[in-house]
């Protein structure tokens, strides 16, 4: 597909998608903004970025850090894979149940128990790694939490908090609970903007080879982060997703979804308006409409 | 890829996947089948079988009846989605307090509970039809029914008939149990060859169309089944499936397992040793083996 | 406490009494009758019955089955608590779960799954058993089934089904489904009156001798059963009926409720009208005032 | 039952018991304590303790001290049955799953997520205060928490922080959880011996009046401690401790157990040797041994 036709796709999406659905609401930050923004962005292997709409407001990225926190984890020697697993939970009713049942091993990495663990196994100063990583692949050096929005979630944090200890009742827990949930609750204060997250979403659309040409991960690395994104990327809606959409995604609750088309590109789309199970109305709709334009996914 | 080429392929996997694990124990008739066996086919679009092992033996499919009694239900107007969900399960130790917190409707149509939903909406004369139309697309006029197997699963139906009878109890079934499990264990008790399975899954790799041309499903109808067997094909290994082989599948505990790469072909292996989880040892290895040597993954 | 103070006592506490609440609505044939109605009748071991309002009028026994059933079963060689549990399960929203997690094996007698298996235990004829001896201890032969009510119980069945072929699947059945299920039935559908039903019951506040001077259960089998009726007796009300009434009890869903006072009488009382825990109202209330105004609470 | 008879029922309980079972393994200074230790008192109303065996020994009171915690919240003025429910759990297996299902509200003040509420509902202090009211109902100045247990305790304290912040997620918590659970910790590592505690429960025995003659309970507020100890005091043997002993009672992972015989007597025996569900092997037996000889059992 040309550049030109690119562009061109991503400009008639803006125009034809109706954004809907609520902000999330436990959060004062994330609940007063515009459930009608809309931001697309599609970065291609070849360095183009596609844009429309508000592309280059920054919103909060909460859940999808769970998708970079993950290829981080997956960069180190030390194997995450003993304490986290790797199947879709059929959340969210049965998180707690799971955990005990599973003995303090979360289902995945992507689940709030899953990502805290990740987060202890990356340990302190977890948040400023991927803020580190986060600059350097989005090429904007500007990039922080945003400090009102992290304040407001670490106000709320009971649940993780319970997570994280009676994970450590079970022995999975490392570092202590307080430094885990701080450290948590920064990757998610994160603000990004859609250019910023297509660009830094592109080395799992590489395989794992980052930007400047050094490796992240091996194939077989990018190729799981992109299967765990797929089967539970979408909260309790993955295999709606993946029948929409058909491609590895993964959202967040500030509205914004980033999705990979390996081998070809990295795509963030953002609007604040959430259907029930979290994700955004009209990014879902917008990703689907550019796999059906475009022929571009999986099955 | 030349046919050649594939020929070749088929008989280096067959070489070199160790069978191992244990075949299902819960039925006489499947236990005491050579946990060794092993056979493979690749049907392409252009009407190849490329073979290898014991390609042509009939074994018991099992759950693999699952994705084309999904396929024949979505291919009659009445919408069988208002009495069966999409997502993953987390099963197996949540089975039945899903079902109890989501009211009888079962989390997708591949676990049991699901199955026996679609068997319910296909109704009497279900396992009929399945049979009908497996012998069509495999050309195999002689496929049946194992009268043992079907036996014996009767004598151990009553896990399935808890379900029925559950479902029942809030709405969720149309015919009495009894028939409906009886047509559900005839259908699992078909026996097929990976040759008869590989021809009989070609219409998932042609987005809907069947073996003389005619549609069962629309492209969307296809998709929908290729991502509901790439989240939930098999089992509680659907996270690792998806890393590993990267392909829509549906497995049986008979130890057979169908694959499909969109476009180009589907695949069947068959061996009987299972792991823990419920999927064919050899058979996941030969996908995986396949998957890796093709490049034909989704990521 | 003299009986002329008794009947003044029951008088006064049929005075006082405000029916209140709803007819259980699952079978037609309960829905529809007057929330209003109450009756109650006191059996003393001397052998005096005091009585108030409707307390000759038959009524549907529901669980209140389940208690003699219980007896008839420890009444046996064959050890039932093999078969089912004696602690109290925290019901009704977990009831398969546990089922699931404790391999089949019910928590205690009184909750339906536990039940049906002291039925399967009494087997073929059990129903006929238990009319027997409610025949022979209320001195009424006329006691029976009702077969409209154990009609429309048998149309809604599905869940007891469900019940009875889980246990089945973990081997805790005996005879098959449809016998038991038609036995349970049954047995539920018997209708007594509140004289005939506190007549009944006196074998447990003689601590297990009956009617005619025979032992149904030692000592210590009558202390089983009221230690059960006292812990698990009112559905997932125990805890609230052991404080205000402080009584071994047991209710059922037609609105009657059996009481012991060991050594003393035994106590039944009726009124359609249920709380949301399935107990009628008014006879909660009753037992209170009967407990408050004789002091004979167990604390 | 004449003092003379009473001493020589408990010398022969104190001969006949052999203790067993196995000491709590998850606090080392739990763990270290001889499984054979036997000590018994039994306080009566009119002032009299009979005691045999190492009566005089303190032991950590754990679980025994939600009781005493629970008579004091309901001495407030301020409603605790707001925060905790008052049904028996059918716990283990299931904690977390209830308290999700049911909103941050603890089925009873028992399970350790209701005793962390009751706990916060006594507020900062609460230890202070339920040393006071032991020290004075035992008559022993000197009783105090055991500082190693207490640090053990801390040193463990995920699952009970777990619960804490989980809780408070749902809003069910006034003071921080750090607060609440070194409060909780400090209750549960005092120490008092059989005598002490034999004492210290008789304000149960006496319908709600302490030592000194004044109220610290109504009769009403006295019968529901009794009632929620008879019906979910022995962790999940409550309906066979129920069975065996009859009288309400509440023990602890220490070994020791406390029952109340209304209107008699207190009795509190201890061994540290614990059944897989928690409760004193020889403890149970003794109390067993009691009501059977004494013939003091509720039903």
Not at 16 to 28: F, R
Not at 86 to 91: D, I, K, L, W
Request: proline letters at 5%.
């Amino acid at each position: 597909m040309a550049a030109m036709e690119l562009q061109q796709l991503v400009d008639r999406i803006a125009a034809e998608v109706t954004p809907g659905g609520t902000p999330a609401g436990y959060i004062p930050a994330l609940a007063r903004i515009d459930p009608h923004a809309f931001g697309l962005a599609v970065a291609t292997l070849d360095g183009e970025v596609f844009r429309a709409g508000e592309h280059s407001r920054p919103f909060s990225i909460q859940s999808i850090s769970k998708a970079f926190t993950l290829a981080l984890a997956l960069a180190e020697n030390d194997d995450v894979w003993t304490r986290v697993g790797r199947e879709p939970s059929g959340s969210p009713f049965n998180s707690l149940v799971q955990l005990e049942t599973e003995q303090g091993i979360p289902r995945n990495p992507f689940i709030n128990a899953g990502a805290v663990v990740v987060t202890d196994h990356l340990g302190l100063g977890a948040a400023d790694r991927l803020l580190g990583f986060l600059r350097q692949e989005s090429g904007n050096p500007a990039l922080d939490v945003d400090p009102e929005v992290a304040k407001s979630e670490l106000d709320h944090s009971d649940r993780n908090r319970a997570l994280a200890h009676f994970m450590a009742s079970y022995g999975n827990m490392r570092n202590p609970v307080d430094v885990v949930v701080n450290e948590y609750v920064r990757q998610c204060s994160i603000a990004m903007s859609c250019t910023d997250l297509a660009k830094a979403t592109l080395f799992l659309a590489r395989h794992g080879v980052r930007n400047d040409g050094t490796r992240l991960l091996g194939v077989s690395g990018a190729k799981r982060v992109n299967a765990v994104m797929l089967t539970c990327g979408t909260y309790d809606a993955a295999g709606q997703f993946a029948y929409r959409v058909g491609l590895p995604g993964k959202s967040g609750v500030g509205g914004g979804i980033i999705a990979v088309v390996p081998g070809k590109c990295a795509i963030c789309v953002w609007s604040p308006g959430l259907d029930v199970r979290g994700n955004s109305v009209a990014g879902v709709d917008a990703l689907d409409r550019f796999t059906t334009l475009t022929g571009w996914s999986v099955f």
